[in-house]
C-alpha cells in the first residue's frame, strides 16, 4: 500500500517536472522566434535573468517571503510576455518542444 503510494507521487512528480521541461523550452523557442514581439521578449528575458541573477528584491534567508517573491513575481512577468504573444506563435512553439 506504501509503496504504491509512493510510487503514484514520484509518478506525478515525474510528469510535472517533464511538462516543467516542456514549458521552458517552449520559452526559449517563443524568444528566439522572429515573429515574437520585442516587449514580450523583453518581459520573458526579464523573468529567466530574475532567476538566475545572484540577488532578489526581498532576500531569500529571509523566511516565506524570500521565497514568495521568486514564485509571484517570475511567473506574473511570464504570464505578462504570454499574453503580448499570439496564440499561434505560442503553440507553433510549444509543439517543438513537445517534438511534434
Given at each position: 500500500m506504501i509503496l504504491n503510494s509512493l510510487k503514484f507521487m514520484f509518478d506525478r512528480l515525474k510528469a510535472v517536472g517533464g511538462r516543467f521541461k516542456r514549458e521552458i523550452r517552449t520559452y526559449q523557442l517563443v524568444l528566439k522566434d522572429g515573429r515574437t514581439p520585442k516587449r514580450a521578449k523583453f518581459f520573458l528575458g526579464l523573468a529567466v535573468g530574475y532567476l538566475v541573477l545572484p540577488f532578489d528584491i526581498i532576500p531569500?534567508?529571509?523566511p516565506v517571503?524570500?521565497?514568495l517573491d521568486d514564485i509571484v513575481i517570475v511567473p506574473l512577468l511570464v504570464f505578462i510576455a504570454l499574453r503580448m504573444v499570439p496564440n499561434e506563435?505560442?503553440?507553433?512553439?510549444?509543439?517543438k518542444a513537445m517534438g511534434v
Open positions: 531569500d534567508f529571509i517571503l524570500g521565497a506563435i505560442v503553440e507553433d512553439c510549444r509543439k
